[in-house]
């Protein structure tokens, strides 16, 4: 692997960190206003590899693995998604065609987790899921992982051509 293929690699792994804890967040606030515990998202999340833990009890090894399984999916499509813009800034688009991109890529990763991914292997955690909320926290991800690495090779071009 060459050295800009690791730095775009690496920028996409960061940004997803960074969007998966503003995503995550998002959606804790979500839940509390909609009734549910601050951690019912990590639980739900968490119920997918361990569904023979109750739901919405504040497991704590629900609440482990589904933060384990958040960031580790956010990192690596942070990842993807800066290999895609990556290949798009080669071919000259704009920033905003980026953002764009980003975003919905990330919504139709909401939608096909959501609707197709999720409902076959987990149908009570899906169950738990808020349509609305769960989409717009994938464009809140879209929005942020677009930004950071739109925002960092703006910077890095910069720097270069100083």
């Known amino acids: 692997m060459n050295r ?4 775009v690699v690496a920028r996409g792994f960061g940004a ?3 969007a998966g804890m503003a995503m995550g967040v998002f959606e804790m606030i979500v839940g509390l206003f909609q009734g549910m515990s601050f951690f019912a998202p990590l639980d739900v999340i968490g119920h997918i590899v361990n569904q023979g833990v109750s739901l919405m009890h504040n497991s704590s090894t629900l609440i482990i693995e ?3 399984i958040h960031m580790v999916m ?3 499509i942070g990842a993807a998604l800066a290999l895609i813009l ?3 800034k ?5 920033s905003m065609t980026q953002l764009s991109l980003s975003v919905l890529i990330a919504l139709a990763i909401g939608i096909l987790n959501e609707f197709v991914i999720w409902a076959s292997i987990d149908k009570a955690a899906t169950s738990m ?3 609305a909320a769960f989409l717009l926290g994938h464009v809140v991800f879209g929005v942020i992982v677009g930004t950071v690495i739109v925002r960092s090779s703006v910077k890095q071009q910069k720097l270069v051509s100083a």
């Open 74 to 76: 956010s990192m690596m």
């Open 129 to 131: 899921l808020r349509p």
């Open 4 to 7: 800009e293929l690791k730095v």
């Open 66 to 68: 589904g933060l384990a």
């Open 16 to 18: 997803g960190a960074i």
């Open 86 to 88: 990556g290949v798009l």
């Open 90 to 94: 080669s071919h000259e688009s704009k």
